[in-house]
């Protein structure tokens, strides 16, 4: 295991001051908050919380989102809209939701009863990393801004397959089921709407920018959209546990006639399609993780039989 890094900041425990809080009711005032410098929006905040807690981050303004417009599930000629804060637990029970099979399963297999309760589609979605030297404050980690990415020197058994300045994975349920369904989501910002596939909400970090999402400054994913069902769908994952686990690798996949969607999480620091023709290219993985490429094989091999 590498040295630490030195640790001039904040540790785990130590107080966290945020100077501001604010509970917009207008779209248009929370995005003329959360255009201010230090503002970071707050559904849930089931993921922030504990961000702010570990000092990765240390906003001076919450934007509070529960007041908004945008917890609700419609549907509308065979689309649906899924409002932000429509949380994991009404997902999954919703009844416009049923058809689509896969997007059902990750939002009841997500996190615990509790989380479900609270945690958010768009927190879900924006969610931040899960890996160890990243969360931890003692390492200042290349995706944390950095020069190291410590997982490729040390213990990264849990970590991604593919090769990069930083092998995260990525831990969203909800991400490859929604984009197997061929969601698109809709972001807000200063500038205006605009519509996406759901994929490029995330971008694989580079030296001059480490973000893995693709939002603007003061940009909010407001909604995701989903057009009539897949013929069929379904969402794997394999966990540490049943329940209050983050999938290890998890596979998503849609039928469309005789074409197939395959999406996977916990393989690449964003989620990643996949080649129904040859899953595996482009992942070759590690000595620590070989047993995540024989895991997406086997789950990849059960979604196909599946649809």
């Not at 160890?132 to 190291?148: A, F, I, N």
């Not at 057009?227 to 966990?239: E, M, Q």
């Not at 964003?270 to 040859?278: M, N, Q, T």
Request: aromatic share 4%; hydrophobic share 40%; glycine share 10%.
């Amino acid at each position: 295991m590498p040295r630490a890094a030195d640790d001039t900041g904040p540790r785990p425990g130590d107080p966290r001051v945020t100077t501001g809080y604010a509970r917009p009711d207008t779209i248009g005032a929370a995005i003329e908050l959360l255009a201010q410098d230090g503002a970071a929006p707050m559904g849930g905040g089931t993921d922030l919380a504990g961000q702010i807690d570990r000092g990765l981050r240390e906003p001076s303004l919450l934007v509070d989102l529960q007041a908004l417009p945008l917890d609700s599930i419609d549907e509308d000629e065979g689309e649906v809209h899924v409002g932000a804060t429509v949380t994991l637990a009404q997902l999954a029970r919703s009844p416009e939701i049923a058809p689509y099979a896969a997007v059902v399963t990750a939002a009841e297999e997500a996190a615990s009863p509790l989380l479900r309760n609270a945690g958010t589609v768009g927190g879900n979605l924006c969610q931040h990393t899960r890996c160890w030297y990243y969360r931890g404050v003692e390492w200042h980690c290349w995706l944390g801004g950095g020069d190291t990415c410590y997982a490729q020197i040390g213990d990264h058994r849990k970590h991604n397959l593919e090769p990069g300045d930083c092998i995260s994975a990525h831990p969203s349920d909800l991400a490859p089921a929604l984009a197997a369904c061929d969601a698109t989501v809709v972001v807000i910002g200063p500038q205006g709407e605009r519509e996406l596939p759901l994929l490029d909400l995330y971008r694989r970090p580079t030296s001059d920018n480490r973000s893995l999402l693709t939002l603007g400054h003061g940009e909010l994913v407001s909604a995701v959209r989903l057009p009539p069902p897949p013929d069929a769908s379904v969402y794997l994952r394999a966990g540490e546990r049943q329940a209050f686990s983050f999938p290890l690798v998890s596979v998503a996949a849609a039928r469309r006639g005789d074409q197939v969607r395959l999406v996977a999480t916990g393989i690449a620091n964003i989620p990643r399609e996949l080649d129904p023709k040859d899953p595996l290219a482009d992942l070759p993985g590690n000595p620590q993780t070989h047993w995540k490429r024989q895991l997406l094989a086997t789950l990849v091999e059960r979604a196909a039989a599946s649809l």
